[in-house]
């Protein structure tokens, strides 16, 4: 992830610290797409580039594979934590609202209406979400509504209030590498 858009080139030095230890790449950039649009001035739009590691400096291979190795045994621990329903020791994230924008996903005539807003208050017939949500997960959250009976649907717009909940955070159990 990064704020300006990188062109295809035949190769790229990429350097980046590991813990005490400093991972040196050369790669090529294989896609670059936007993920969020810069909305104001002076607001940087937010890219993501998929790049295909051609070649490690020095010893940046086997530290390279130490850190893979690292998140992947995190992630395992993680999720056998989780299934076991051992809450987190500490916070890793805190669940509460964004901002003040939010997007009102509503069925009207049959069809759905998405709009911003300021007001996070739940439709009758269907949720409202942050505005910070990505698009895609909206149409997935959209497809999942039309496929719930009433009680799926009642207990999408109890998650939904409580993503954009401006109560005190709860601990949450996510990984994040």
């Known amino acids: ?4 858009r990188l062109q295809p080139v035949q190769s790229h030095q990429i350097r980046f610290q590991w813990q005490q230890f400093t991972i040196r790449l050369r790669g090529e950039v294989i896609r670059t797409t936007i993920k969020k649009l810069a909305k104001r001035p002076g607001e940087a739009s937010v890219y993501e580039s998929g790049i ?7 010893e ?7 850190m893979i190795a690292d998140f992947v045994v995190r992630s395992i621990n993680e999720q056998l934590a989780n299934a ?12 509460t609202g964004k901002g003040d924008r939010y997007r009102r996903c509503e069925i009207v005539n049959g069809a759905w209406r998405k709009v911003e807003t300021t007001n996070p208050e739940q439709p009758q017939n269907g949720f409202t979400i942050s505005a ?5 997960e909206v149409d997935m959250l959209c497809k ?6 009433a009680e799926g649907r009642r207990l999408t717009q109890v998650l939904a209030q409580l993503s954009i909940s ?11 590498p």
Not at 144 to 149: D, M
């Open 1 to 4: 992830m990064h704020d300006q």
């Open 52 to 58: 295909r590691i051609t070649e490690a400096v020095g």
């Open 60 to 66: 940046s291979h086997a530290l390279l594979r130490d």
């Open 132 to 136: 910070e949500v990505d698009p895609n």
């Open 144 to 149: 999942t509504w039309e496929v719930c009976n």
């Open 166 to 176: 401006k109560k005190e955070g709860i601990p949450t159990r996510r990984y994040l």
């Open 84 to 95: 076991r329903g051992i809450p987190p020791l500490a916070a890793y994230s805190y669940q």
